[in-house]
């Protein structure tokens, strides 16, 4: 155990954070997610939601700030009338750590291309539908 970080933030993901870079992207993913379908490097977090591993990981994370959307939702399928509360939470979550970061919404098959590219998906066991997000790793300032 470490002070200051996480216990959310296995050993296995802390590795991956750490071996990230600018623009390198991570998956955090629902338990309906095809993860391990669609993983290059698969982490998981069982037991976690994606709330609370987005609010760990972006406490050491930085998004990247020269994109506009450094965060995506996989987007509703059409015709679906579902409305997903959990992307508030994420909004809320972001703007309070990150405000200038926007958040695109990607059409489902769009995000699972963009996933498979990804340098990691998490498996979390979110129950949350629509509960699947992309990160865009930002530069890491030292001043």
């Not at 990981?57 to 399928?77: C, E, H, T």
């Not at 695109?104 to 963009?114: I, M, Q, V």
């Amino acid at each position: 155990m470490l002070k200051g970080i996480s216990p959310l933030l296995t050993a296995d993901l802390l590795k991956i954070l750490m071996e990230m870079g600018h623009g390198d992207e991570i998956v955090l993913a629902d338990a309906n997610f095809p993860a391990a379908s669609h993983a290059r490097k698969l982490v998981h977090c069982a037991g976690s939601g994606v709330p609370e591993l987005l609010e760990a990981v972006l406490a050491l994370f930085p998004l990247d700030s020269y994109v506009s959307d450094p965060v995506s939702l996989m987007d509703l399928v059409p015709g679906d009338s579902y409305q997903p509360t959990i992307w508030a939470t994420y909004r809320g979550i972001v703007s309070r750590i990150q405000p200038d970061a926007g958040i695109a919404k990607l059409e489902r098959y769009a995000f699972y291309e963009r996933a498979r590219a990804a340098h990691a998906i998490v498996a979390t066991s979110e129950t949350s539908l629509y509960a699947n997000l992309i990160l865009k790793k930002g530069v890491v300032r030292v001043e």
